[in-house]
């Protein structure tokens, strides 16, 4: 069975301090993982998608990676405004059903 | 484009009472979904449609659940009888087939069972 498990569940940066989340996958032929930004009571924003191994993706402050087994989403000198849930996705070939992780709660204090 | 949008944005009930969640997608989009979110599971797909067809509803948790794409521009998913542990957020979501396969999500209809 897919599945999408991401650590830390909550992280307190300071501003300017670089970190990075992890997601890790299971998935039987990975069509393409996806990484989602989520603000308190709003839906789920796109932020990424990769494809395969070795492959990354930047916007701004925020980089994603990719192996063949997680992706990582790399934060550098983080600003109060990333404070938000990042889900981690992934869909398999087959279909388009996409599986989400329980998300990591990152808290950047000025 | 407005995005997708959805309603009610906040629904109180009473356990038993009958729910219907609104969503219209993203003109274009062929492909729709239903998550649940909870803080216990976090975002649950339940159901998605691809061309106002229903293609995989495994993860409708139980017979009360159900779900309609009557056109391409709107969705219903409905609850009957409603219980307490069905109060979540329900979030709708499109995409269409040429993009790179992100989904646009709308802000939910968080839904309170009492």
């Known amino acids: 069975e897919d599945q999408v498990t991401q650590s830390p569940e909550a992280l307190r940066l300071q501003e300017g301090e670089s970190s990075s989340l992890n997601c890790s996958y299971t998935?039987?032929?990975?069509?393409?993982l996806f990484w989602y930004r989520q603000d308190p009571g709003k839906g789920p924003e796109f932020l990424f998608t990769?494809?395969?191994a070795g492959e990354e993706k930047e916007k701004e402050r925020l980089k994603a990676t990719l192996t063949k087994k997680e992706s990582f989403l790399h934060i550098t000198a983080p600003k109060p405004e990333d404070s938000a849930t990042y889900l981690c996705?992934?869909?398999?070939?087959?279909?388009?059903?996409?599986?989400f992780g329980a998300g990591t709660r990152l808290f950047v204090k000025a | 484009d407005a995005g997708v949008i959805q309603s009610p944005r906040h629904e109180v009930t009473e356990m038993g009472q009958e729910v219907t969640l609104r969503c219209k997608p993203i003109?274009?989009?062929?492909?729709l979904f239903w998550y649940r979110q909870t803080m216990m599971r976090g975002l649950e797909l339940l159901i998605y449609?691809?061309?106002?067809?229903?293609?995989?509803d495994s993860g409708m948790p139980e017979d009360r659940f159900s779900a309609k794409m009557p056109n391409a521009s709107f969705s219903t998913l409905k609850i009957q009888p409603s219980e307490p542990r069905d109060s979540a957020v329900y979030f709708c979501?499109?995409?269409?087939?040429?993009?790179?396969?992100?989904?646009?999500f709308g802000e939910g209809s968080r839904l309170t069972v009492l």
């Open positions: 979501a499109s995409r269409g087939t040429a993009n790179t396969g992100e989904l646009f």
């Open positions: 998935v039987s032929g990975l069509r393409g």
């Open positions: 990769l494809y395969s």
């Open positions: 996705a992934v869909q398999a070939w087959g279909g388009f059903k996409t599986i």
């Open positions: 003109s274009g989009h062929d492909y």
């Open positions: 449609f691809n061309n106002n067809v229903p293609i995989d």
